[in-house]
């Protein structure tokens, strides 16, 4: 049995992807720590990540969220989730590669979707034509998460738990990133 980390591994892809979902059940398996940056700049600005974009604008939400995710990284090996477009700053890239290692959970534009079209928390979504809007982000997003140093496709007909177990698997495979209990 796989128990710990030896180094932090920082979740990225799409809204929707199971992040926050296959994340906490990742780190409870492995036990170790689990973080949320958008959960962390909310509990910092006091207000939703929908009400930092609406007040401050995108540029500002993201300079908070490097800032964030860098502090995070700092601290002891964890499972980190990233919000959907933290990986698209290549700071937070070469930073994740030198703290830790990312690891893509990349679904498809159906799966996505099926997970995001009735929230009203996604502000990138607030469009006239939200399903065009995700599609888009989708198209330039993927060739920026495919340069993650893990690979995990999601698959609609496993549950969280399986998931967090395929992650697992994947990341023992990599080598040098949990260690085993002893």
Known sequence: ???????????????GAGKTAVGKAIALSLDVPF?????????????SIAEIFERDGERFFRSKESQ?????????????????????????RD???????AVWLKADLDILWQRVRHKSTRPLLQTDN?????????????PIYAKAGIVVDA???????QMAQKVIAALVAHGGI???ET
Do not use: H, Y
Request: proline share 2%; with cysteine.
């Open 1 to 15: 049995m796989v128990k710990g980390l030896k180094k932090t591994v920082a979740l990225v892809g799409m809204m």
């Open 35 to 47: 973080l949320d940056s958008d959960a962390e700049i909310e509990r910092a600005a006091d207000r």
């Open 68 to 92: 964030v995710i860098t502090r995070l990284l700092e601290d002891e090996q964890c499972i980190l989730s990233t919000g959907g477009g933290a990986f698209m700053t290549a700071e937070n």
């Open 95 to 101: 930073f994740i590669a030198a703290k830790g290692v």
């Open 130 to 142: 939200p399903f065009e809007t995700l599609k888009e982000l989708v198209e330039v997003r993927e």
């Open 155 to 161: 698959e609609p007909a496993l549950s969280i738990e």
């Open 178 to 180: 949990v260690k085993d």
